[in-house]
């Protein structure tokens, strides 16, 4: 059982809290100093996701900073593909670059049997960090969602305009499928040992939803997220899981009901009353502050969270923002916002 005295676990069992509980998406990272300075110590970035000092540390800067009520743990999603046996580096200034996939030949070569072993240091991660962090603060295991996960694999690298993945399905389902099933698998087992070693909720990352049209969507967001939630369920039946399927748009309806999700994370261009209306009566909402508005700070910033905290506080809500911080924002103007949420009374 989850213990109930955090407030991020009550929102996300479906309990509106007197003051909404936050964590920010990427709260670890580029715009924190400290964070790059630690970032010097590794040789590149997979081989700091899987230094559990390195990690730990990377993890606990935000809280020291503003308090959250979550911690993520710190990793990336693309040690999926890296733990299967595909070639993955991020180069700096370039970001993540894959041998990339090019038919079913290559999917022979991916192997799920030996993620867990391959992914041991983030589990040991894990582990420190459960028994590291405040106790009123909850602690977030992640993982990439099979689709988005897909694109990097097959795209080999981001900022595509993902021809390469959609063609694959439009030609030949079946081989995509097949991929699909494998990091379903993967995914599931590396989620289920996360859980095991003490992350109380899952989140899975599904940045590149909103390309899909409504067929593509159920085979390809719904059917995996809701098949990985199962498998993970099968052993950790209470374990509360997020998704965030960004740009899902009008589709964001079909997700909350259909995938098991306790908790959908929304993106800066969901509306509000939709979001109160048609999302909240299905589970906890999270979201959905633009991040550029925290680069900019100041009246917009607050007006914003306020607009979305007094549409979004009265019911079952955790307050974040509808993408990850980004490397230029000023971090007084992350502390400024996690005062404002802290101080907002419901009712
Ligand atoms: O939220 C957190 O604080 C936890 C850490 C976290 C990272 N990546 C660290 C990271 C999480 C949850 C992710 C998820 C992730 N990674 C996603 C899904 C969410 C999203 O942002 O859309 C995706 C698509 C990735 C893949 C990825 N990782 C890309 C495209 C890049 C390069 C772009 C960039 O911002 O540099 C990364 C690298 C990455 N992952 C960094 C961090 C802190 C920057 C690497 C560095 O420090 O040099």
Redesign the pocket.
């Known amino acids: 059982m989850t213990k109930p005295s955090k407030s991020f676990l009550q929102a996300l069992h479906g309990h509106a809290q007197k003051t909404p509980p936050f964590w920010f ?6 715009y924190l100093p400290e964070y790059r300075e630690l ?1 010097k110590n590794a040789r590149n ?1 997979l081989n700091f996701c899987y230094t559990p000092d390195l990690a730990v540390e990377a993890t606990l800067q935000p809280l020291r900073r503003f308090n959250p009520d979550a911690a ?7 040690v999926i593909p890296d733990a299967m046996g595909q070639k993955v580096e ?1 180069r700096e200034g370039e ?2 670059v894959l041998e990339r996939l090019r038919g079913n030949d290559d999917l022979v070569q991916l192997k799920t049997e030996n993620v867990c072993d391959h992914l041991a240091p983030v589990f040991k991660t894990v582990r420190r960090l459960a028994a590291e962090i405040p106790e009123t603060t909850a602690l977030i295991g ?1 993982a ?1 969602a099979p689709w ?1 996960v897909a694109t990097y694999m097959v795209e080999g690298r ?1 900022g595509t305009d993902f021809s390469r993945a959609l063609a694959w399905d439009a030609e030949d389902r079946a081989g995509f499928a097949v991929l699909m099933d494998k990091l379903v698998e993967a995914t599931a087992a590396y989620l289920t040992k996360q859980a095991a070693n003490g992350a109380e909720a899952l989140q899975l ?1 599904d ?1 590149w939803a909103g390309v899909l049209n409504e067929d593509q969507f159920r085979r390809l967001v719904v059917g995996p997220t809701k098949a990985i939630i199962e498998k993970v369920r099968a052993e950790y039946p209470e374990i509360p899981f997020i998704g965030f399927p ?1 740009g899902a748009d009008a589709l964001y309806g079909a997700y909350v009901t259909q995938t098991g999700v306790n908790g959908v994370g929304i993106d800066r261009d969901v509306n509000l009353a939709f979001a109160a209306t048609e999302l909240q009566k299905h589970c906890t909402v999270q979201g959905n502050l633009d991040p550029l508005l925290v680069v900019e700070g100041g009246d917009k910033m607050r007006a914003a969270a306020a607009e979305i905290l007094d549409t979004l506080g009265k019911g079952p809500f955790v307050f974040n923002l509808g ?2 911080v980004v490397p230029q924002t000023p971090v007084e103007n992350v502390i400024e916002l996690a005062a404002q949420i802290s101080a907002w009374r419901n009712g």
Not at 25 to 30: D, E, K, T
Not at 72 to 78: A, K, P, R, T
């Open positions: 998406m990427r709260q670890a990272g580029r970032r970035f993520i743990l710190f990793c990336d999603i693309l991020f970001g993540p992640f990439g988005t981001g990352f940045t960004r993408h990850g």
